[in-house]
């Protein structure tokens, strides 16, 4: 019932810009903390960047400086601008929520979206 969509990925050339968008729908109670994950191939799934519901955020060290994550609470919607991209920022990204559904009153879990590819050439 609660979904997660993400859009925005594709084909950029290294040091180009994406800005990838999710969006939680369904009957939602509350969404906690949200975030972005990627995956390489032969690589282990890695944080890319979080938010909570009031702002505050946390980048892996590696994009700090060029990616910002964002969210629209009325929108249930999170973002990741993607500035100043490198080969080895080529993954599928996945977004992350923490989401209580309408059908509960406190209890939250964490809720993926199916992954939307970024491809950097050089």
């Known amino acids: 019932q609660v979904q997660l969509v993400e859009s925005g990925g594709g084909l950029v050339q290294a040091g180009g810009s994406l800005r990838l968008s999710c969006a939680a729908s369904?009957?939602?109670?509350?969404?906690?903390?949200m975030g972005w994950y990627r995956q390489a191939p032969g690589r282990q799934r890695e944080l890319v960047a979080t938010?909570?519901?009031?702002?505050?955020?946390d980048y892996a060290d590696v994009v700090k400086g060029r990616f910002t994550i964002s969210r629209d609470n009325a929108k249930n919607t999170v973002y990741l601008q993607m500035n100043g991209l490198k080969p080895e920022d080529a993954a599928i990204y996945y977004c992350?929520?923490?989401?209580?559904?309408?059908?509960?009153?406190?209890?939250?879990?964490?809720?993926w979206g199916q992954g939307t590819q970024v491809t950097v050439s050089s």
């Open positions: 369904g009957t939602i109670r509350r969404i906690n903390a």
């Open positions: 938010i909570t519901r009031n702002g505050d955020t």
């Open positions: 992350n929520a923490d989401i209580i559904p309408m059908e509960n009153l406190l209890t939250s879990r964490p809720y």
